[in-house]
């Protein structure tokens, strides 16, 4: 009886011990690409990431019922200076659609991807979002055709609400077991 209960016990340790190292950890890497609708060419457009290592916990507080304190975290201690900038170029020029940049800017990015993968990173995730209320209408034609449609939502007709500016950004979330 006391060797089936030593088993017993021996069998669940081994076991949750196995269970513990089938949990994958992970360390997280964001890249993020901005690429520029702003017309007339004078946008910026850009691959950022960033090695730097930040605790979120620094710069959060704890809201409750009887404690209503601010978040009192300074902008400039949460701005990183250390990043990674790759150029790319914009999406739209004084001509329209600029598609030999669209063909360039995916060049770069795939790049930047490849170089992750290399490094052993997998790409799990990936978000998009565009910012922009632009009244040409033609602009808007042009990025439907390339499948941007949530540009056309646009309806308003008060253009000193509308902005002639907007981006498209897209983040890329990878990881890697550690």
């Known amino acids: 009886m006391t060797k089936s209960v030593f088993l017993l016990l ?3 340790s081994v076991s949750s011990i196995i269970t513990q190292a ?5 360390e997280i890497e964001v890249v993020t690409s901005i690429e520029s609708l702003v ?10 990431s960033t090695k730097a290592k930040v605790d979120y916990l620094d710069f959060t507080s704890h809201q ?3 404690k209503k304190d601010r978040n009192k975290s300074n902008r400039k201690d ?3 200076k250390e990043y990674e900038e790759t150029k790319l170029l914009n999406l739209y020029n004084e001509g329209g659609i600029r598609f030999q940049n669209v063909a360039s800017n995916d060049a770069l990015v795939t790049s930047k991807i490849n170089d992750m993968l290399s490094q052993g990173w997998d790409l799990f995730f990936v978000s998009t979002g565009v910012e ?7 602009v808007k034609k042009e990025l439907f055709k390339m499948g941007i449609k949530a540009l056309l939502n646009d309806n308003s007709t008060d253009k000193s609400k509308n902005d002639p500016n907007g981006l498209f ?3 890329y979330y990878f990881r890697r077991a550690i």
């Open 10 to 12: 021996v069998l669940i």
């Open 22 to 26: 089938q949990v994958p950890k992970y």
């Open 39 to 48: 017309p007339g060419g004078m946008g910026r457009s850009r691959i950022i």
């Open 64 to 66: 409750t019922a009887a």
């Open 78 to 80: 949460i701005r990183l």
């Open 132 to 138: 922009s209320k632009m009244v040409n209408m033609s």
């Open 169 to 171: 950004m897209t983040r």
